[in-house]
């Protein structure tokens, strides 16, 4: 994918030169991998906020969605599903790869997250 230009500060542009050297790569590798792992950084951040929007919001997720999957974005309630895959269908629809927080509503609220890059498709903790 070609984009416009993209200026880098002279001091950055000066870094990035004498680490691709004696790193061996290239000035667009190790752009690309810098890029990718702020995107993932990010990423990582929006789905802790969702986490803790599911722990706020849990007591009263349980008294209504038990057993339910529910969609979290923004801090929000966006749907809800006992069918976790019909659930993923409409949120991709809906928010397309804007990472939402999709979780089953259990007794506990504190559970593992996995999130798949979407560079690599490998699983990151």
Known sequence: ?????IALREDLGIQLLQDA???????DQLLNLAVEEFLLNKQRAKIDAEVAAF???????????????????NGKLVDADPDRVALYRRVRDLYGKVSVLIREVTTDPEQEIWLRTPSTGKVAQ
């Open 1 to 5: 994918m070609q984009l416009e230009q």
């Open 21 to 27: 050297e004696q790193s061996e790569t290239s000035v």
């Open 55 to 73: 722990v706020r919001l849990h007591p009263e997720l349980w008294k209504t969605k038990p057993g339910e999957w529910v969609a979290i974005h």
